[in-house]
């Protein structure tokens, strides 16, 4: 009979050695905000059980509206990104499936579900990824979240965050804007359990009232806690957010 394995669970290091042996090495030290991301989505990778569900959303409408709101606001308005109409389309996308909003006890055994809305979005900066926090995003109107989306990533690529700015999100939403891509797995901010991943919009040919038409796609990627939230819920959250979307007037 085989003997039965009484070793603890130990997590497997990368190993490491001397790479000078085969050339050039230039050492460059990570900075502390680095290294504080590096343990964080290392912790979160290595404990949560991550599934990614990919959609693809028509947004050609929702940038004509767009547009012509910018337009229409004129010089001095308040520019309307498409972020902030993703971050609407979430938070109906939050209350009609509100586990998405929720985190996971450490024991495993409570679900401790939100009932206020604190949307992070990662920003690109110079000092490297920061999650600033949209607190109670649900109460702000498309103006006010467009305002108060350029007000934090301005504040996170100069320095300007407080320690509050990003504490307390219940949702991530984390977008690689005009950079490029077709799709991504995002790493869960947790102790959330679910983070949406936004790739750049293409012109791609698509069945479109049984037609072939040139139209503006969004490719959309969901990474959640399988814990938490199984295939067919993650597949009708993205559904819910696609559908919201592509009904842009129904956001403002």
């Known amino acids: 009979m085989p003997k ?24 460059q ?7 504080i991301i590096g343990r964080r989505m290392a912790a979160s990778w290595q404990n949560v059980p991550h599934v990614t569900h990919h959609e693809q959303v028509d947004i050609t409408d929702l940038e004509a509206l767009r547009h012509k709101m910018n337009d229409d606001s004129g010089e001095s308005g ?7 109409f993703i971050i609407r389309a979430c938070l109906l996308g939050l209350k009609e499936y509100p586990d998405v ?25 110079p000092a490297g990824l920061i999650v600033p926090v949209l607190k109670g995003a649900d109460k702000l109107d498309l103006t006010q979240t467009a305002a108060a989306v350029a007000d934090l990533a ?17 949702f991530t939403i984390t977008s690689l804007g005009k950079i ?5 797995t995002p790493i869960i901010n947790a102790p959330e359990v679910a983070i949406l991943g936004v790739s750049c919009a293409r012109q791609n040919p698509v069945e479109f009232k049984g037609k072939i038409a040139l139209r503006t796609m969004l490719p959309l990627s969901l990474s959640y806690d399988h814990r938490v939230i199984d ?10 957010v696609r559908d919201a979307l592509q ?5 403002i």
Request: hydrophobic share 30%; no cysteine; glycine share 16%.
């Open 29 to 35: 030290p990570l900075d502390n905000i680095r290294q």
């Open 247 to 251: 009904s842009p007037k129904g956001l």
């Open 180 to 184: 490029g891509g077709t799709g991504f």
């Open 231 to 240: 295939g067919a819920k993650a597949a009708r959250f993205v559904g819910y």
């Open 78 to 84: 308040q520019k309307l990104s498409t972020l902030s």
């Open 154 to 170: 301005g504040k996170a690529r100069t320095g300007k965050l407080g320690f509050a700015d990003a504490e307390g999100g219940t």
């Open 4 to 27: 039965s394995d009484t070793t603890k669970d130990q997590r497997l290091s990368v190993p490491s050695y001397d790479y000078s042996l085969f050339g050039d090495v230039d050492t």
């Open 101 to 125: 909003n929720s985190s996971l006890g450490e024991d495993g055994k409570e679900l401790y579900v939100k009932r206020y809305y604190n949307i992070g979005m990662a920003v690109d900066t």
